[in-house]
């Protein structure tokens, strides 16, 4: 596709419950992160994976949370036992291996957990 | 700990005026210093970046000032339209990590 595509754009679950979050990088880009954006703050950095591994996965808020990426395209983020506090908007996105400070951005998916 | 900060939460503008957008960081070991606009319900959109041994880049419109020795990073759009409308974020990176450290944002409203 043109730009970073994920899905769903909006999820609504029970607190407890498991969800995924998917992302479709750029095509071509080796390098993907993972934001988190919570209403009233700034985006903070959750995961960063060069091809398949993470090199960076300090900003994962707990064990609950975890993400992987397979063939070095499509990745996905998972929470288990959701909370009200993980709602907030997920937002991806990719980059070139050589311009990681060029980032591109997805919609992100809108997490609600009631 | 790290991190980039605005002054001004808020920026409102009547159309034509230049807008100037202001952000204070403090981790001087970054290597690209960006700036990112974000319209609602959309993610955020690249819009200039500079490199840390420069202290200006023009692109269109937008100019982005660079001052190490107060740690401070300016926005300058020209000729502001309203479709400039959004909340911009400043963020900064060390491309040997990969990841963006934002700012908290400023709403920039432009009233016709």
Not at chain 2, 64 to 90: E, M, R, W
Request: net charge positive; with cysteine; glycine share 10%.
């Amino acid at each position: 596709g043109a730009g970073v595509s994920q899905s769903p754009s909006n999820k609504v679950t029970e607190k407890g419950k498991d969800v995924e979050l998917r992302c479709d990088p750029i095509s071509g880009h080796t390098a993907l992160y993972w934001y988190r954006q919570s209403l009233g703050q700034g985006l903070e950095f959750l995961i960063y994976f060069q091809g398949n591994s993470a090199p960076d996965k300090s900003g994962l808020p707990s064990d609950r949370f975890s993400a992987e990426r397979t063939g070095g395209s499509v990745s996905t983020l998972t929470i288990q036992r959701t909370q009200q506090e993980d709602s907030a908007v997920y937002l991806c996105a990719s980059s070139s291996r050589v311009a990681k400070n060029i980032q591109y951005f997805g919609a992100g998916t809108r997490l609600s957990v009631l | 700990g790290e991190s980039v900060g605005l002054h001004l939460p808020t920026l409102s503008v009547q159309e034509g005026d230049n807008s100037i957008i202001n952000c204070a960081y403090s981790n001087s070991a970054s290597d690209y210093f960006i700036w990112y606009k974000q319209e609602s319900g959309k993610g955020p959109q690249f819009i200039i970046d500079i490199r840390s041994n420069m202290d200006k880049r023009q692109g269109q419109r937008v100019t982005v000032l660079l001052n190490k020795t107060v740690k401070h990073l300016s926005l300058q759009i020209a000729a502001t339209q309203p479709g400039d409308s959004a909340v911009y974020f400043c963020a900064e990176i060390r491309t040997s990590y990969g990841k963006l450290t934002f700012g908290q944002g400023t709403i920039l409203t432009v009233h016709p």
